[in-house]
């Protein structure tokens, strides 16, 4: 939400620079109560249309800011056939909602990604996703493999023990 109001405070000043420029040059007072007008009911217009965008998927086409993230955990996924697969991805501090073109291919990589991440007991992750690519060699989706054991006390007490059989001559 931060970046929302500093993105909205960023385009009303730049507007009201433009407006201030129109109103410079317009010779009639028409024009003038035009201009000001149009500008007044803008700003809330402005405010408003991104702030009912908040919480609705954003094609990944769309995101500029994170193009150069190189993996992402899938939190969670909805395929709707033929239509969008929706995926909540962590790649920074906060989940973001993406939506991702249909691919048959892809959502059978990503159910099988989901399948073997519960398997691991870890979760799917998805690689180069903002990645504007048509490579589809490698599968953009896989589950991290399952956490290492934590290692096991051990003691070293010497060079070992080794068996002597009581009948066997050493």
């Known amino acids: 939400m931060q970046s929302l109001t500093v993105l909205f405070v960023a385009f ?3 507007t009201l620079l433009l ?22 009911l803008m700003l809330p217009a402005a405010y408003a249309a991104p702030a009912s965008l908040l919480g609705k998927a954003k094609p990944v086409t769309l ?3 994170g193009n150069n993230v190189k993996e992402a955990q899938v939190l969670s996924a909805t395929m709707v056939e033929n239509e ?8 920074s501090e906060a989940p973001n909602l993406y939506r991702l073109p249909w691919s048959q291919r892809m959502a059978e990589q990503l159910q099988e990604a989901m399948r073997e991440a519960q398997r691991n007991g870890t979760r799917p992750v998805m690689r180069l996703p903002f990645e504007k690519s048509w490579d589809d060699r490698e599968p953009r989706f896989y589950a991290l493999p399952q956490p290492k054991m934590p290692d096991k006390p051990y003691q070293h007490q010497g060079p070992g023990v080794e068996f002597q059989h009581p009948g066997q001559p050493t």
Not at 19 to 40: D, E, G, K, S
């Open 84 to 91: 969008a697969i929706y995926v909540t991805l962590l790649w």
């Open 12 to 14: 009303s000043i730049l």
């Open 63 to 65: 995101e500029w800011l």
């Open 19 to 40: 407006v201030w420029a129109a109103l410079r040059w317009a010779r009639n007072a028409r024009a003038r109560t035009l201009i000001l007008a149009l500008f007044a």
